[in-house]
C-alpha cells in the first residue's frame, strides 16, 4: 500500500547542531508539506514544494530548510536547532484526484532540543 | 493569513449523544476543507473533504456542512461512542495549502 513515513519517530538533539527529519511517499504526490504542531498553537506550515527543484516558505519557516531532489522525498533540515524548535514535525503530501486535493499525513517526529 | 476557529475547545458528552463541532474561517476563497481526527500522540487521520462548491458531505455517522460564503463548516457526528474520542481539527484549503484551527477536543463518556 502506498504511504507516507517520517523518521526517525522521536529525536533529541544538543542545540546548535544540524538535524534533518525525512519525509518519504509512495504515493507520487507532487504537493509536499512540513508543519510544527505546539500546544496553544495548533499546526502551523513550515515549508512545501509543489514538485521537484520546487521550495516554498510557510508561516514559520525562519531556521529551517528543504529541498526537493525527487517527487518521493521533502527533507527538513534545521540549520543550528535551538530550544523553540522543540516540537513534534508532520510531513504530508497531496496532488489532484477528482477536482480534490485531498492531504495526508505521516505519523510525526518528536524533536527535543536540549 | 487564513485564521480558523474552532468552538468549543472541549467537549465531554455521555455514549449516545449526537456531536456538533464548528469551525469558522476567515478568507472564504477557499478551494476545499478537510477534517481531520488525532488521537493523543498520534497523526492525524482525514475524515471528510468537502470541495467548495459542495455544501455537505457524508461518511457513514459523520456529516460535515459548509457554508462558504459565511466562512463556516460544522461537523456532526451522530450517536457519538466512546472511541469517538479524539481532538478534531477543521483546515481550509487555500492554494493547496492548509490552515489549520486549535480544534476541539472531545471525550465520550461510557
Known sequence: ?114 | KQEVTQIPAALSVPEGENLVLNCSFTDSAIYNLQWFRQDPGKGLTSLLLIQSSQREQTSGRLNASLDKSSGRSTLYIAASQPGDSATYLCAPENDYKLSFGAGTTVTVRA
Open chain 1, 1 to 114: 500500500d502506498a504511504e507516507i513515513t517520517q523518521s526517525p519517530r522521536h529525536k533529541i538533539t544538543e542545540t546548535g547542531r544540524q538535524v534533518t527529519l525525512a519525509c518519504h511517499q509512495t504515493w507520487n504526490h507532487n504537493n509536499m508539506f512540513w508543519y510544527r504542531q505546539d500546544l496553544g498553537h495548533g499546526l502551523r506550515l513550515i515549508h512545501y514544494s509543489y514538485g521537484v527543484q520546487d521550495t516554498n516558505k510557510g508561516e514559520v519557516s525562519d531556521g529551517y530548510s528543504v529541498s526537493r531532489s525527487n517527487t518521493e522525498d521533502l527533507p527538513l533540515t534545521l540549520e543550528s536547532a535551538a530550544s523553540s524548535q522543540t516540537s513534534v514535525y508532520f510531513c504530508a503530501s497531496s496532488a489532484e484526484t477528482r477536482g480534490r486535493y485531498e492531504q495526508y499525513f505521516g505519523p510525526g517526529t518528536r524533536l527535543t532540543v536540549t
